[in-house]
Nanobody, 124 residues
Framework: QVQLVESGGGLVQAGGSLRLSCTAS????????MGWFRQAPGQERTFVAA????????YYADSVKGRFTISRDIIKNTLYLQMNNLKPEDTAVYYC?????????????????WGQGTQVTVSS
């Protein structure tokens, strides 16, 4: 059974940092592109960042460019999202996902596997 499990969420003050992790089990995702999405209450799930299998290509939503960094450890089968200079508008449930794509992709519909999400709350 394929599982993606996120961790690292929590409550942080504006300007602070958090590092999210997403550990995969049940299969390896070496050839998959991976992504992070987020969903705030009452809003749609939106793209945050994506990375290809090797880590050489990354995409970011404009709202997080320069503040968030996506990375992956293929050996550990783990995806990361380093979030710096957090803002209250970053508050959401963050989800990791895996897509059978060589090139990182932004639409949620392109992703085949999803984690259960981890809550990030940024206080002002």
């Amino acid at each position: 059974q394929v599982q993606l499990v996120e961790s690292g969420g929590g409550l942080v003050q504006a300007g602070g940092s958090l590092r999210l992790s997403c550990t995969a089990s049940g299969r390896t995702f070496n050839s998959y592109s991976m992504g992070w999405f987020r969903q705030a209450p009452g809003q749609e799930r939106t793209f945050v960042a994506a990375i290809n299998w090797s880590g050489g290509n990354t995409y970011y939503a404009d709202s997080v460019k320069g503040r968030f960094t996506i990375s992956r450890d293929i050996i550990k089968n783990t995806l990361y999202l380093q979030m710096n200079n957090l803002k209250p508008e970053d508050t959401a449930v963050y989800y990791c996902a895996a897509a059978r794509r060589v090139v990182p992709t932004t639409p949620a519909s392109d992703y085949n596997y999803w984690g259960q999400g981890t809550q990030v709350t940024v206080s002002s």
